[in-house]
């Protein structure tokens, strides 16, 4: 069951032609793009979302959480760097990508984390786990995908331990009047061409684009964090603005 009030933002869809729903379409289009995702992260943010990961991730370590749930994990990157800076028991990966959890568990075979990371096909609206199961909680740029952002925020704060702590890092819009042309620029038309050109899906980057325009970031995003339940949310804009670092408790 979806949420009696939709945001703008729920109904942004990678394929505009498409009549599937938002989810179905977000799932083809990752697998679409899975080979190449790693390769354009890097490319088109000059490896800088490297270090964004990691000082998002650093924000838990006082935490010292053991169980770990990874919303959207993609091919898994944010949870094998969490692994290596918070030592956890165990890192639960969830997505609704198949090729994405293909070339993610790849990645853990390489790395002899199969016992501690474990990714699974799921969706992150409808989470199969119990009320209370993890001590954190985590996303980095996958929340901005949700068909309906309240539900899987709901769902998210759910299956988290009271007083367990969320972290998501997301795209944002740069707030400076000399930065914030060069970056609409380069996200409505740069980064669609190396998309056309690398993946063959344009149409992938140009979602990218306009999904982070409609997203409820900043203040917006804190709101609906405290709808849904939390307390003491924040958020640290990151390289311009570029993207934000939100926290918040159960």
Excluded at 165 to 193: H, N
Excluded at 199 to 210: G, I, P, R, S, V
């Amino acid at each position: 069951m979806q949420t009696m009030f939709q945001l703008p933002h729920d109904h942004i869809t990678p394929y505009k032609e498409s009549e599937k729903p938002k989810k179905e379409q977000v799932a083809e289009m990752f697998d679409r793009i899975a080979g190449r995702y790693d390769f354009m992260n890097r490319l088109l943010t000059g490896g800088i979302d490297i270090g964004w990961r990691k000082k998002a991730i650093r924000t838990l370590k006082k935490y010292s959480p053991k169980q770990i749930l990874d919303i959207a994990t993609g091919t898994g990157d944010l949870a094998i760097m969490a692994q290596k800076i918070l030592d956890p028991e165990k890192i639960t990966g969830i997505d609704i990508s198949a090729e994405m959890l293909e070339i993610g568990n790849k990645k853990l075979q390489k790395a002899g984390l199969e016992e501690i990371i474990v990714l699974q096909k799921g969706d992150c609206e409808d989470l199969q786990f119990s009320e209370s199961s993890f001590d954190t909680a985590m996303a980095a740029f996958g929340v901005r995908n949700f068909e309906d952002l309240e539900k899987g925020l709901s769902e998210i704060y759910r299956v988290l331990k009271p007083n367990g702590q969320l972290m998501i890092l997301e795209f944002s819009q740069p707030k400076s009047g000399v930065f914030s042309p060069f970056y609409k620029f380069y996200m409505k038309i740069v980064a669609p061409q190396f998309a056309k050109m690398f993946t063959q899906d344009a149409e992938a980057y140009q979602y990218l684009n306009e999904s982070a325009k409609a997203f409820p970031e900043r203040d917006n995003l804190l709101n609906i964090l405290k709808k849904v339940g939390f307390k003491n949310a924040n958020y640290k804009a990151l390289s311009f603005g570029i993207c934000c670092i939100y926290r918040a408790e159960k």
